[in-house]
């Protein structure tokens, strides 16, 4: 019976997340003045970032308040940076990056591994909040990601006056 409970319970939720996701993407399409952020968001976020909103984040924030999608920002050495989501409430700069072991880890070049660490460490320098989650702990710990990352189990604002300590 309780099965049975828990199966509804999660069907509604996930009728709610198809909804409340497609009006926060074309929402954001809508009001993107920026060609080149437009067009990703166009094209749709990768497979393990929607796997993130899905199972992670929305079953614990219920919404997408103050959350940016393909948030581009310009780095300290004057580039531009496309960030899997951004959380940004009142000021602060928290940014989640959804990392696949093949793009991240196994299939790397030597010069996008410095890439990495050159962006990662320049957004650090800019007061962002980072948070890489690999994909495969979404799949494997998705409880410890959920505890990690959704904003009911972590202070962005606490941390970001921690990181500037």
């Given at each position: 019976m309780s099965s049975q409970i828990s199966k509804r319970k999660e069907n509604g939720l996930m009728k709610?997340?198809?909804?409340?996701?497609?009006?926060?993407?074309?929402?954001?399409?809508?009001?993107?003045?920026?060609?080149?952020?437009?067009?990703?968001?166009?094209?749709?976020?990768?497979?393990?970032?929607?796997?993130?909103?899905?199972?992670?984040?929305?079953?614990?924030?219920?919404?997408?308040?103050?959350?940016?999608?393909?948030?581009?920002?310009?780095?300290?050495?004057?580039?531009?940076r496309y960030l899997d989501l951004a959380y940004?409430?009142?000021?602060?700069?928290?940014?989640?990056?959804?990392?696949?072991?093949?793009?991240?880890?196994?299939?790397?070049?030597?010069?996008?591994?410095?890439?990495?660490?050159w962006r990662h460490s320049l957004l650090a320098l800019d007061n962002w909040t980072i948070l890489p989650i690999a994909y495969l702990s979404i799949i494997d710990e998705p409880k410890n990601v959920s505890n990690l990352s959704c904003p009911s189990s972590v202070n962005l604002s606490q941390q970001t006056l921690l990181h500037q300590i």
């Open positions: 709610g997340f198809e909804k409340e996701y497609t009006q926060w993407i074309q929402q954001n399409i809508l009001e993107e003045k920026n060609p080149r952020r437009r067009e990703l968001l166009e094209k749709g976020l990768g497979h393990g970032t929607v796997q993130f909103l899905k199972y992670i984040w929305f079953p614990v924030v219920g919404n997408f308040d103050h959350l940016y999608p393909e948030w581009e920002v310009r780095d300290l050495n004057n580039g531009y940004m409430p009142g000021g602060v700069k928290g940014c989640i990056e959804i990392q696949g072991f093949g793009p991240h880890a196994r299939d790397i070049s030597v010069a996008r591994f410095k890439d990495l660490c």
